[in-house]
Protein backbone atom coordinates (compact mmCIF):
# COMPACT_ATOMS: atom_id res chain seq x y z
CA UNK A 1 0.00 0.00 0.00
CA UNK A 2 1.34 3.56 -0.88
CA UNK A 3 0.55 6.83 0.76
CA UNK A 4 -0.96 9.61 -1.97
CA UNK A 5 0.04 12.17 0.76
CA UNK A 6 3.72 11.59 1.41
CA UNK A 7 5.51 12.90 -1.53
CA UNK A 8 9.15 10.93 -0.58
CA UNK A 9 6.63 7.28 -1.53
CA UNK A 10 8.78 5.46 -4.10
CA UNK A 11 5.50 3.84 -4.99
CA UNK A 12 4.11 6.98 -5.91
CA UNK A 13 6.34 8.25 -8.03
CA UNK A 14 6.66 4.68 -9.40
CA UNK A 15 2.94 4.69 -10.56
CA UNK A 16 3.21 8.19 -12.15
CA UNK A 17 6.36 7.09 -14.24
CA UNK A 18 5.23 4.30 -15.49
CA UNK A 19 2.36 6.09 -16.98
CA UNK A 20 -0.80 4.66 -14.58
CA UNK A 21 -1.96 7.83 -14.02
CA UNK A 22 -6.56 6.97 -14.50
CA UNK A 23 -8.05 9.91 -12.80
CA UNK A 24 -4.83 12.95 -12.31
CA UNK A 25 -6.19 15.97 -13.80
CA UNK A 26 -3.22 16.80 -16.30
CA UNK A 27 -1.71 13.32 -16.06
CA UNK A 28 -4.35 11.07 -17.28
CA UNK A 29 -4.14 11.85 -21.20
CA UNK A 30 -2.48 10.36 -23.66
CA UNK A 31 0.02 12.92 -23.68
CA UNK A 32 0.47 13.35 -19.83
CA UNK A 33 1.07 9.70 -19.68
CA UNK A 34 3.47 9.76 -22.59
CA UNK A 35 5.26 12.65 -21.09
CA UNK A 36 5.20 11.43 -17.63
CA UNK A 37 6.64 8.13 -18.97
CA UNK A 38 9.85 10.25 -20.90
CA UNK A 39 10.31 12.78 -18.17
CA UNK A 40 10.02 10.69 -14.93
CA UNK A 41 9.22 13.24 -12.38
CA UNK A 42 10.65 11.82 -9.03
CA UNK A 43 10.02 15.09 -7.05
CA UNK A 44 7.02 17.49 -6.34
CA UNK A 45 8.87 20.55 -8.74
CA UNK A 46 9.69 18.14 -11.21
CA UNK A 47 6.09 16.97 -11.50
CA UNK A 48 4.87 20.77 -11.51
CA UNK A 49 7.52 21.63 -13.98
CA UNK A 50 5.97 18.41 -16.46
CA UNK A 51 2.26 19.58 -15.91
CA UNK A 52 3.38 23.35 -16.86
CA UNK A 53 4.51 21.93 -19.89
CA UNK A 54 1.37 19.73 -21.03
CA UNK A 55 -0.86 22.01 -19.98
CA UNK A 56 -3.20 22.84 -23.26
CA UNK A 57 -1.66 26.34 -24.19
CA UNK A 58 1.59 25.34 -23.80
CA UNK A 59 1.26 22.04 -26.14
CA UNK A 60 0.02 23.99 -29.05
CA UNK A 61 3.57 26.14 -29.09
CA UNK A 62 4.61 25.85 -32.20
CA UNK A 63 8.70 26.49 -30.43
CA UNK A 64 9.96 23.55 -27.99
CA UNK A 65 10.54 25.04 -24.70
CA UNK A 66 12.57 22.03 -23.36
CA UNK A 67 14.75 19.78 -25.06
CA UNK A 68 14.47 16.08 -23.50
Known amino acids: ?12 WDLICDGQTKGVFQLESSLGKHWA ?7 IKELAALI ?16 V
Open 1 to 12: MFDINNFEDEAV
Open 37 to 43: KQVRPRS
Open 52 to 67: SLIRPDVSRLKTPMVK
